[in-house]
């Protein structure tokens, strides 16, 4: 009780008072109904009479006044004597700033109500501010390392033996975790036909519609991005798109002034093949924090689209032998290397192996070359049915074949043979009373411009060391770059 009586001297006394309301102080005598506020509070505009009659609140934000409330009745409820508490106030002009509050009750009254009570105000708009731009670090670190987590995943998908369409389907999938978006579309564009364009994927989320775009606005999108390989944001273009004829039904989507479309280069080493449209129907259209992953993500896409699409038709121009529909040795050496170039433009990791049937000159020797023959067309197909559809095979001699795997390391390309060796010990196909083996050996050129006679060089070094280990086996050899 004596503190306390100081206490309520030293604030009566008119020196000490606006010494220690200047500096954040305040005092409150409820039972007595008088109370001088901070000067922390004072000079945003607040006054005695406002904090004696409750009229404050109105000052505190909405959002953290429950949570100022429920620290206020737990002190004036007598089930704490000390309340801490960090809130927005408004000064006379509206603007809002944090203040922290530190109160501790003095006495209380017969009945268990407050008192006296005093504390301490103080702003900490720096520390807020400090703690936001901290806050806003972290989500946007933690944004970036699910984009690039998405990134790895699409990248991933694109080793896969998929067709374009299912490998499409599952990066749209994975895109949507990073980009909020209704409807997508790729399409294509040739290099030398500006006019050839080409739909090759679409899709919806969410039992949405599905937006087809007519094409001569497509004609006017890949316009827009084309030049400067950047992604754009259109607003509203609803307006603008129509159905490909009179007939076709409009889609929801082209009616609403809530549209919103991202327009998104796909690009290989700055050439331009294409675009990915992404539609959205929302109230929060398209922003620039949707233009980084846009980028980051649809490079993946580009790599995949341009490689199911023009490598699959160079390789159908090329001459393929016979007997097992791979490109013949001839064709190999003159073309392929070009690819090879290439390859290693667009990937870090690319491999290749060497495969060798075990045994098979006793087998032609003892059955004739018919029967040779049906060998070598049954392990083809088991290459074929085994590998993906960009991989290159190569009839390289009677026997023995080439591998090319682009975008993908040797683990990959080993466990991928080794498959097959498994395949070919357990089939029947080829029509033998013992087990029909192979021996393999896979190289890789990882982040490296390793001619690829030098990394077959390797494969085939790696094929014999499988040979002299008892056949029916892959070895690996790294080439260091």
Known sequence: MEKENQLSAV?????????????????????????????????????????????????????????????????????????????????????????????????????????????????????????????????????????????????????????????????????????HFQSCEVYTQQEAQHDKITRVFGTSLNGSAEVTTAQNEVRRFLGMVSENLYPIIVDSPGSTVAPESPNAPESPYLDSSLLSLLIVPLRVRNKFIGCLLLWRRSEEPFCGDDLYPALALTDSLAAAVYNRSYYQEQIKRLEHDELTGFLTRLVFERTVPRLWVEYQSLYSHNSVAMIDIDNFKPINDSFGHAKGDHIIRELARLLRDGLRREDLLIRYGGEEFVAIFPNTDIETAEKTIDRIRTLCNESSAFELQHVLSFSAGVAECYNSTVALSALIETADAALYSAKRAGRNRVHRANLSS
């Not at 010494?19 to 305040?26: C, N, P, R």
């Not at 922290?100 to 006296?116: D, F, Q």
């Not at 670190?141 to 033996?161: M, P, Y």
């Open 11 to 179: 604030f009566r006394s008119e020196a000490s008072r606006r010494k220690l309301l200047q500096a954040g102080y305040f005092f409150g005598d409820l039972e007595n109904h008088w109370g001088h506020t901070s000067g922390t509070l004072t000079r945003l505009g607040l006054t005695d009479t406002e904090m004696r009659n409750g009229g404050y609140q109105r000052r505190i934000h909405p959002e953290d006044l429950p949570n100022y409330m429920h620290n206020w009745d737990r002190l004036n409820n007598g089930l704490t004597d000390e309340m801490y508490c960090e809130y927005r106030v408004a000064d006379n002009d509206g603007t809002w700033h944090w203040i922290e509050t530190h109160a501790v009750v003095l006495s209380r009254t017969p009945g268990g109500a407050i008192g006296k009570v005093a504390g301490f105000d103080r702003r900490i708009d720096v520390r807020k501010q400090s703690e936001e731009i901290l806050q806003h670090e972290h989500r946007e670190s933690q944004r970036k390392l699910a984009i690039n987590e998405v990134v790895r995943r699409v990248g991933a998908d694109i080793t896969l033996d998929r067709e374009l369409h299912h490998m499409l389907d599952h990066a749209v999938i994975q895109i949507a975790e990073v980009i």
